[in-house]
T-cell receptor
Framework: QQPVQSPQAVILREGEDAVINCSSS?????VHWYRQKHGEAPVFLMI?????EQKGHEKISASFNEKKQQSSLYLTASQLSYSGTYFC??????FGTGTRLKVLA | GAVVSQHPSWVICKSGTSVKIECRSL??????MFWYRQFPKQSLMLMAT?????????EQGVEKDKFLINHASLTLSTLTVTSAHPEDSSFYIC??????????????FGAGSRLTVL
């Protein structure tokens, strides 16, 4: 039931782009994305409610394909502050497997 | 915005003792709260759903008698780890959502409690 994310980990240089994918085995009606820094609580990034919907937050955007039961998070021109672990969340309380992102100067 | 306070932020205890972690919604009433456990470099795993005025709903594999959850009021849920052992050492996080909101709304998280059992 836990959504599977890919990749598990990624290392970027500042300014590079990354895509994080989230795949569910069950039908999706919404997807939330959170970022967690080490030792801290997850912080909400965005929510997608409709199939095919894309939303953006600064240089971070996401898409949601309910037919494929997938969502993707796009990070463009990454900054050092983007480092952390990214989680998709379905049924608003079930966390995905997580993707560790490290941005290097 | 909504704020959830979790206490203590860290605790060290001896094996065999019990530890209580509190989760409070400060500016809203939470009929439902969620308790998660997170091991290093792993995802948040839902342990149980705490419902005000009724018994908690535990996820498969979570021992009810070991992880006691009490949701006695609309602003407080507690998790008690009974007879703690070193394998219970973990990061425990609670979350809540404001009542009356639909399934699309965002969870508000506590800051987490790091438990170390010696």
């Amino acid at each position: 039931q836990q959504p599977v994310q890919s990749p598990q980990a990624v290392i970027l240089r500042e300014g590079e782009d990354a895509v994080i994918n989230c795949s569910s085995s069950k039908a999706l009606y919404s997807v939330h994305w959170y970022r967690q820094k080490h030792g801290e609580a997850p912080v909400f990034l965005m929510i997608l409610l409709k199939g095919g919907e894309q939303k953006g937050h600064e240089k971070i955007s996401a898409s949601f394909n309910e037919k494929k039961q997938q969502s993707s998070l796009y990070l463009t021109a990454s900054q050092l502050s983007y480092s952390g672990t990214y989680f998709c969340v379905v049924r608003w309380y079930i966390f995905g497997t997580g993707t560790r992102l490290k941005v290097l100067a | 915005g909504a704020v959830v306070s979790q206490h203590p932020s860290w605790v060290i205890c001896k094996s065999g003792t019990s530890v209580k972690i509190e989760c409070r919604s400060l500016d809203f009433q939470a009929t439902t709260m969620f308790w998660y456990r997170q091991f290093p470099k792993q995802s948040l795993m839902l342990m149980a759903t705490s419902n005000e005025g009724s018994k908690a709903t535990y996820e498969q594999g979570v021992e009810k008698d070991k992880f006691l959850i009490n949701h006695a009021s609309l602003t407080l849920s507690t998790l008690t780890v009974t007879s703690a052992h070193p394998e219970d050492s973990s990061f425990y996080i609670c979350s809540a959502r404001e009542p009356g909101t639909n399934w699309a709304n965002v969870l508000t998280f506590g800051a987490g409690s790091r438990l170390t059992v010696l």
